[in-house]
């Protein structure tokens, strides 16, 4: 079955960087599109980053310029670099996949907690 499991997450000062990763399995991963979300205390679920089967990224406003997602298929995982990360960056960040590749069918991992302190 699919299955999406992140890591990375964990308590940073303000200005610093995390990598996190969510290795996937279950699926033809090369076939699809990736997503990073998150969700921080009292606020929806919003998108990250997206990359898609051939490596074209997308960015949020607030990522733009500070996160960089990346894959490799070969390990079929997917990455998110965070750099100068901002208190209001504290959020659980959720891995996606649509599956099959183009549906709305989404699958999602566990979460990772990042938290950013002042």
């Known amino acids: 079955q699919v299955r999406l499991v992140e890591s990375g997450g964990g308590l940073v000062q303000a200005g610093g960087s995390l990598r996190l990763s969510c290795a996937a399995s279950?699926?033809?991963?090369?076939?699809?599109?990736m997503g990073w979300y998150r969700q921080g205390p009292g606020k929806q679920r919003e998108l990250v980053a997206r990359?898609?089967?051939?490596?074209?990224?997308l960015y949020s406003d607030s990522a733009k310029g500070r996160f960089t997602i990346s894959r490799i298929n070969a390990k079929n995982t997917v990455y998110l670099q965070m750099n100068n990360l901002k208190p209001e960056d504290t959020a659980v960040y959720y891995c996606?996949?649509?599956?099959?590749?183009?549906?709305?069918?989404?699958?999602w991992g566990q979460g990772t907690q990042v938290t950013v302190s002042s």
């Open positions: 279950g699926f033809i991963f090369s076939n699809n599109a």
């Open positions: 996606n996949a649509r599956i099959p590749p183009g549906s709305l069918n989404d699958y």
């Open positions: 990359i898609s089967n051939v490596g074209s990224t």
